[in-house]
């Protein structure tokens, strides 16, 4: 039986090393995520139970909702750093419409429930719609718009809760946010039907082609005849979308709405995309990467707690391994454009 000549044996470890640094934005994430489960697992035996599971489920979701957006922002080579606030005003305005009790001192203007959600969306519909034509059509940079978005976002909070606090919200968004059906809490199935939904249109139709294009080659998707412009704006209104619908979800989970409540979600998604591997640069990742990039942050963040870490050392762990996963999407994007280089060479 014949053995692999020395060129053959170089030639797969050759082939072997180039499909592992093209990879390394996707493997990287999931060797941390098991390192992680595994490491918890060790240090407590009742981290790995089904039970944690759900836990971990239920306090990433409302990222994840958050997340679904901004993978589809990210992906445009874009950002969106209103989401927090987007989230914090949709929410406020839902309560704003929606009877309060009596102890609650907020001159509100209550509403039917439906009429409520739907002025709610149509708020979240309006700050992306603003953002969107702030940077498709003046030419803001959408880091420079969707920070005076957040200010804005903020404001309207503000105005209308004037620092208190509200409790009530519609019967549907209450259900949606805090019960279960058979055991399994609906924010967990709503979270999971939007992922997939997204992963669906991103893969499947020709918008999510298009968003790939526009992240990858923003020149070339526009002389394939691609419009750029609805695409980005297109984005930046999901993102706005996403971000309201997680806002009012997790007005009935945290059972109150206030100012800056949403404020640490804008970095727990941003860390959720990249974390996973979808690359900054724009046109290389998607929900999948997201999905594990949540898991990571859940499964950090709850195994933390369970070994008894400070919470202050805590929080720099969060943001080392955020560190990290910058340094990896950078360098797996230097990798990458380098081998286009040799290849074009």
Known sequence: ????????????????????????????????????????????????????????????????????????????????????????????????????????????????????????????????????????????????????????????????????????????????????????????????????VAHLVLTYTRFGRYVYMVGGNREAAEYSGVNVRFIVGAVMVISAMCSGFAGMIGVAYFGSAQQNEFDTFLLDAIAAVVVGGTSLFGGRGGIGNTIVGLFVLGVLNNGLDYVKIDSFLKILIRGLILLIALIINVYAERLRTARSGERAG
């Open 1 to 196: 039986m014949d053995t692999p000549s020395a060129e053959a044996r170089s030639a797969r470890a050759f082939r072997l090393g180039d499909f592992l640094r093209d990879q390394l934005r996707n493997i990287a994430p999931f060797i941390t995520l098991l390192c992680l489960v595994v490491f918890f697992s060790l240090a407590s035996p009742s981290f790995a139970s089904l039970g944690n599971l759900e836990n971990i489920l239920q306090q990433v979701s409302v990222t994840a909702i958050i997340a679904v957006g901004l993978t589809f922002v990210i992906l445009t080579a874009e950002i969106d750093l209103s989401v927090g606030a987007v989230a914090n005003a949709t929410a406020i305005v839902l309560t704003f419409f929606t009877a309060q009790p009596d102890y609650v001192n907020i001159a509100n203007l209550p509403m039917p429930g439906a009429i409520a959600i739907v002025l709610a969306l149509a708020a979240c519909f309006g700050l992306g719609l603003i953002t969107a034509l702030g940077v498709t059509r003046i030419g803001i940079p959408s880091f420079i718009m969707t920070l005076a978005m957040m200010q804005i976002g903020a404001g309207v909070s503000a105005v209308l809760v004037r620092g208190q606090i509200a409790y009530t919200v519609p019967g549907l968004i209450l259900t949606l946010g805090s019960k279960s059906i058979g055991g399994v809490p609906w924010i967990i199935i709503v979270a999971a039907a939007l992922l997939l």
